[in-house]
T-cell receptor
Framework: GQQVMQIPQYQHVQEGEDFTTYCNSS?????IQWYKQRPGGHPVFLIQ?????EVKKQKRLTFQFGEAKKNSSLHITATQTTDVGTYFC????????????FGDGTTLTVKP | GAGVSQSPSNKVTEKGKDVELRCDPI?????LYWYRQSLGQGLEFLIY????????KSGLPSDRFSAERTGGSVSTLTIQRTQQEDSAVYLC??????????????FGAGSRLTVL
């Protein structure tokens, strides 16, 4: 069954508004990664979180890993039209023999 | 090479024909993944290789799908007797290994398959 749940599936925002996508698992994760797929493109790696409670920032993007290492979030402050795309989380779950498991993604559209 | 290379980039075939999709991973990457993505959908896991072995084939949709990897490098995904529902973009990704800390995936540009 689905081991990594991602919400929401879609998010429409006005340019300048904030955006958050959440990734949840019932099992402890070794690490969590975030990828961005622009329309018509392929997923591109953004960041990896490994430590419990870790927070990393990339300009307007803030990534968090939960204390229990079962959830993560990606927050974008003051969205721009260049932020459009689908954001995927991917997790290395201990039982999966080294295979990364992807969430279903959150598709962000930004109205200028 | 510098990135993950996939060929063909586009393939149009008739229903019932066999197709082969090729993935050339980044040199030295031991882990290789195949995903399928239908229009507007997420990433559907197909198969994962660690070296030449495939510890996880759980995502292959049917016995018409098979994949192999030789020499720990190039992989081919074969779809026999293609059906219209096989139409999708097939994405390949590779990583240095499947272990924590070294499993950042680099994706290829994908092979778009259209079955008429």
């Amino acid at each position: 069954g689905q081991q990594v749940m991602q919400i929401p599936q879609y998010q429409h925002v006005q340019e300048g508004e904030d955006f958050t996508t959440y990734c949840n698992s019932s099992t402890t994760l070794s690490n969590i990664q975030w990828y961005k797929q622009r329309p018509g493109g392929h997923p591109v790696f953004l960041i990896q979180l490994v430590k419990s409670g870790e927070v990393k920032k990339q300009k307007r993007l803030t990534f968090q890993f939960g204390e229990a290492k079962k959830n993560s979030s990606l927050h974008i402050t003051a969205t721009q039209t260049t932020d459009v795309g689908t954001y995927f989380c991917a997790a290395l779950i201990n039982t999966n023999a080294g295979k990364s498991t992807f969430g279903d993604g959150t598709t962000l559209t930004v109205k200028p | 090479g510098a990135g993950v290379s996939q060929s063909p980039s586009n393939k149009v075939t008739e229903k019932g024909k066999d197709v082969e999709l090729r993935c050339d991973p980044i040199s030295g990457h031991t882990a290789l993944y195949w995903y399928r993505q239908s229009l507007g959908q997420g990433l559907e896991f197909l198969i994962y290789f660690q070296g030449n072995s495939a510890p996880d084939k759980s995502g292959l949709p049917s016995d018409r799908f098979s994949a192999e990897r030789t020499g720990g490098s190039v992989s081919t995904l074969t779809i026999q007797r293609t059906q219209q529902e096989d139409s999708a973009v097939y994405l390949c990704a590779s990583s240095r290994s499947g272990n924590s800390g070294a499993n950042v995936l680099t994706f290829g540009a994908g092979s778009r398959l259209t079955v008429l």
